[in-house]
């Protein structure tokens, strides 16, 4: 069965950085786009960034941009995300999820384009 896992989550203050791991598992990893989303308490879950299945296109959502990097290592079937210059409105629990459609090269920022996602990783930026 397809599971994710991620990790890397904590408490930081406002201005430091983290780095999330997400592992997957149960599907050919190296065959599909993978994303990022947060969701902040009494908030949607929204979009935070996505990479494609062949790791050469990256995407991002504006409030992220020049702050987060997306990257994956589909020899080890994981994807990272790499948060800089955190700040308090980043404060999330983080999920990684699977792109449901294999091979694709498109549009990323849909929740309803993912089919499986990971249990979450809680992120706390104080100011």
């Known amino acids: 069965q397809v599971q994710l896992v991620e990790s890397g989550g904590g408490l930081v203050q406002a201005g430091g950085s983290l780095r999330l791991s997400c592992a997957a598992s149960?599907?050919?990893?190296?065959?599909?786009?993978m994303g990022w989303f947060r969701q902040a308490p009494g908030k949607e879950r929204e979009f935070v960034a996505a990479?494609?299945?062949?790791?050469?296109?990256?995407y991002y959502a504006d409030s992220v941009k020049g702050r987060f990097i997306v990257s994956r290592d589909n020899a080890k079937n994981t994807v990272y995300l790499q948060m800089s210059s955190l700040k308090p409105e980043d404060t999330a629990v983080y999920h990684c999820?699977?792109?449901?459609?294999?091979?694709?090269?498109?549009?990323?920022?849909?929740?309803?384009?993912?089919?499986?996602w990971g249990q979450g990783t809680q992120v706390t930026v104080s100011s």
């Open positions: 990479i494609s299945w062949t790791g050469s296109s990256t």
């Open positions: 149960g599907r050919t990893f190296s065959s599909y786009a």
């Open positions: 999820a699977f792109d449901r459609r294999r091979f694709y090269s498109g549009s990323y920022y849909s929740l309803d384009d993912y089919d499986y």
